[in-house]
Each structure stands twice: as C-alpha cells, then as structure tokens.
C-alpha cells in the first residue's frame, strides 16, 4: 500500500531499538536522534572501527550506544544479531538504513561480480536484518522501519541495482508483514524521495532535498505512531511520470 502520510495510532513508547547500518549517514543520526529521547539503543555496524567513530561523533551520548559488531549481509552475522536480539527480550521497534546510493555502467554494461556485490548490499542484508531481528520484536507493539530511496519508484538510469534491489526490498516487507501473525506488530517503508543533507542546507539546495532531522524524525513517527495498514510513507516531493495509455486488446497473439 503506498501513501505520502502517517496517520496517528495509539503512540507506542520506546524503550528499546535496534539500528542496522549505524555507521551510515542516515543509521548514525536514528542512534542520536533516539538516544536523545533515552531510548536503548543496540547500533549494528560491520566494524569496530565504524562503530567507534560513531561513538566519538555522538560525543556524550557515545557512552549510552549499545554496539553490536556484525555484517548483516551474512549468515555468521546475522545469527549473532538474532542471539544478541534474543538474549534482551522484546525489542520495541528496528530501523533498517542499509545501503547507500550507487551510480556506474548502465545495466548492459554491468559485470556480474558488482551485481552480486550490490544484491549482497542493498537486498540481502534487509533479507537477513530483517529475519534476525523480526522474531525479536515485542509482540505486545513494535515496528520494524526501512530506509529506501527514490530508486525504489522511479527507474533511475546508471543505479539500476539500486532501482532493483530499492523494489525488492519494498517487497521484502510486504510479504514480512503478509507472513507476521502478531496483530501490534508493524512494518513500514520510509521511502526518502530526496537526497538528504545536514540540518540547514536545504535553503542554499539547488534541488530538492530532506533535511536530516526531517528524516529521523518521520522515521519515529512511523515507529511510533505508524498507521498499521500503511506500509510506505514517501518523505520529500517528487512528480511521478505520466501513466503510459494502455494498450488496446486487440493485438495478434501466437
Ligand atoms: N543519504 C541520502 O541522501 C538518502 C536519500 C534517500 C534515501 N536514503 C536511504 O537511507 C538508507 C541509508 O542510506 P545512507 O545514505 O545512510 O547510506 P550510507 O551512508 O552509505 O550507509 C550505508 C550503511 O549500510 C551499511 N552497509 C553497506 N553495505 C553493507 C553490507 N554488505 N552489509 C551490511 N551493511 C552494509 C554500511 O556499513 P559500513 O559503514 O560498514 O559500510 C552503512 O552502515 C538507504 O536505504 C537509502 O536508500 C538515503
């Protein structure tokens, strides 16, 4: 279901979170953004050396950050996650901000090993984030939030697997919440439509853009407050591209 709002539910507290891709500009600013409301937070990153830099950048609030190293994109890590998840009970809700944007060879000129590095990046890993961290989620009300882009509605050319792995992972939330049998348990996409830059660089913008804060700030909501039978939130503008007139049925088959 795709919709550009959220509509208010009951708000769930949050006591609890897990960021998957803590090291990234977005995954950085959700472990601040919810530290600064106490909330516990349990950042996934693949290194030691990410999470340190994340915990200097937090300042103060570094010493609060619950790190856990892991590379979500494999099985080992993946399994760690989900005993790590398992030993602390109910989680209140996860963000998943895994997997940048990418620009290179148009599809017809992609080599397999970057396809497989890129599946393995932007699919895999919400893949396998999800399936260690899901089982995890307080069944009395939780949320599981992913981060997505533009790419995701729009065929961008040159980001082609970014464009393929943003609408398999829109998919890959749909059929997590067609299979979730916990009534308070939710999912949501928030589907970024702009590029996001610092607190305060959106007037000088030469384009569109979201302002960080903006962004963390609708994916708590969603966490939050998230309407349950709405999957996607769009934050940003963006003018989809005119439908193209069907065809008639008339054309010679076999
Ligand atoms: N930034 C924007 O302008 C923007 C705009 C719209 C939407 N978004 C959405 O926001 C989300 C995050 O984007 P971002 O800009 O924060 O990206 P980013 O800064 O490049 O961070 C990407 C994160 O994903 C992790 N990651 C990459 N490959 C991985 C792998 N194979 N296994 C496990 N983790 C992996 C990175 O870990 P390492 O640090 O270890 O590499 C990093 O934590 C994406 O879904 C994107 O579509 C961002």
Redesign the pocket.
């Known amino acids: 279901m795709t919709t550009s709002g959220d509509s208010p539910a009951t708000p769930l507290r949050l006591g609890s979170a897990v960021v998957?891709?803590?090291?990234?500009?977005?995954?950085r600013h959700l472990v601040r953004a919810l530290l600064l409301e106490d909330v516990t937070v349990l950042a996934v990153?693949?290194?030691d050396a990410?999470l340190d830099a994340v915990r200097e950048w937090l300042g103060e609030a570094g010493a609060l950050m619950r790190p856990v190293v892991a590379?979500?994109?494999t099985d080992e890590?993946s399994h760690y996650v989900a005993d790590q998840l398992r030993r602390r009970g109910g989680i209140d809700a996860a963000f998943?901000?895994?997997?940048?944007?990418w620009e290179g060879p148009d599809l017809v000129d992609l080599d397999t090993a970057t396809w497989d590095g890129l599946l393995?990046?932007?699919l895999?890993?919400h893949f396998l984030a999800a399936r260690s961290t899901v089982p995890s989620l307080a069944p009395q009300g939780s949320a599981y939030v992913?981060?997505?882009?533009?790419?995701t509605l729009k065929p961008e050319a040159g980001s082609g697997p970014?464009s393929v792995t943003?609408a398999a992972?829109s998919m890959l939330l749909e059929v997590l919440r067609a299979e979730e049998d916990r009534p308070r348990v939710r999912f949501h996409e928030l589907?970024?439509?702009?590029?996001?830059?610092d607190d305060g660089q959106a007037p000088d913008a030469r384009e569109a853009v979201?302002e960080i804060t903006d962004v963390t700030a609708a994916a708590l909501r969603l966490a939050r407050a998230g309407d349950p039978t709405v999957v996607r939130t769009e934050l940003g503008q963006w003018q989809p591209a005119p439908a193209a007139t069907p065809h008639s049925g008339d054309s010679a088959v076999g």
């Open positions: 998957h891709g803590a090291t990234g500009y977005v995954g990153g693949r290194s990410g590379d979500v994109s890590g998943a901000a895994i997997g940048g944007w393995r990046s932007h895999t890993a992913a981060l997505n882009g533009i790419a970014v943003g992972q589907c970024v439509v702009n590029p996001v830059v979201v």
